[in-house]
Nanobody, 122 residues
């Protein structure tokens, strides 16, 4: 059972990246999925989540209008499309399976993927 986040890298301010969260050994169909990030010296924070039951999505205020979370059950993958990136988006990004989410409340984390580093810098 493994969850893997990938797609990070170095990007200039204003650029885009698409992160992927892929599961092996189990199906993401049964979970809500959350994306989190942790910047140096800061606590981990929730960025976005997508519910299992109805596919409803939620975003932190810092991500609204710039980030889009989506899921492809056929590929057992959840994506985070990040546009208009800012230096303050620099962080290690993680994905996790959730029991559910509503607004900024994420609960029932079970599996965590190894993070992927996003660096936004000119």
């Amino acid at each position: 059972v493994q969850l893997q986040a990938s797609g990070g890298g170095l990007v200039q301010p204003g650029g885009s990246l698409r992160l992927s969260c892929t599961a092996s050994g189990f199906s993401l169909d049964y979970y809500a999925i959350g994306w989190f990030r942790q910047a140096p010296g800061k606590e981990r924070e929730g960025v976005s989540c997508i519910r299992r039951s109805d596919g409803k999505t939620y975003y932190a205020d810092s991500a609204k209008g710039r980030f889009t979370i989506s899921r492809d059950n056929a590929k057992n993958t959840v994506y985070l499309q990040m546009n208009s990136l800012k230096p303050e988006d620099t962080a290690v990004y993680y994905c996790a399976t959730l029991e559910g989410c509503s607004g900024t409340y994420y609960y029932g984390m079970e599996y965590w993927g190894k993070g992927t580093l996003v660096t936004v810098s000119s």
